[in-house]
C-alpha cells in the first residue's frame, strides 16, 4: 500500500452556500465542471472522463456545507486516503463563501493534482459567474 498524501487546497468563491452545493452535490451539477459526466445510483456516483469510470460511494453529505466522497477502485478498501471532500466554508464576519478541497495524492503527484483541482475550480466558476 502507498501512502498518500493529505493536502486541503482553498477557493475564494463569490456564490451562495446553497447554490455552490447544488453544483458538488447533484449529479448534473458536478458533471457540468468536475467530470464529463456524472450518474448516481442512490450513494453510488460514476464519473466519467474521456474514456475511464471511476466510481465513488458518497459517504457523508451536510446541504450547503459540505460533501465527502470515496473512491472505490481501490484494492485496499480499509484504505481510507482514497477520499475527496468538498466544504463550503464562509466568513462570519465579511460573509465570504470559501470551497474548501481536501484530497490525497502520491508525493511525486501532488503538484499535478492541485494543478487538476486549480483547473476543475476554475470551470466551476465561470459556470457560477464568479471568475
Do not use: C
Amino acid at each position: 500500500m502507498s501512502d498518500k498524501i493529505k493536502f486541503e487546497l482553498e477557493f475564494p468563491i463569490h456564490a451562495s452556500p446553497q447554490l455552490l452545493f447544488q453544483y458538488l452535490s447533484t449529479p448534473s451539477g458536478l458533471s457540468e465542471w468536475f467530470a464529463d459526466n456524472v450518474n448516481s445510483r442512490g450513494e453510488l456516483f460514476t464519473f466519467i472522463w474521456d474514456d475511464s469510470e471511476e466510481q465513488a460511494k458518497m459517504i457523508s453529505k451536510k446541504t450547503a456545507e459540505r460533501i465527502k466522497f470515496k473512491w472505490l477502485n481501490n484494492e485496499d478498501e480499509d484504505d481510507n486516503s482514497i477520499f475527496f471532500e468538498l466544504r463550503i466554508q464562509v466568513d462570519e464576519i465579511t460573509k465570504d463563501v470559501s470551497l474548501m478541497v481536501t484530497d490525497f495524492a502520491e508525493e511525486d503527484e501532488i503538484d499535478e493534482t492541485k494543478m487538476l483541482w486549480d483547473n476543475q475550480i476554475s470551470s466551476l466558476k465561470q459556470i457560477l459567474g464568479s471568475g
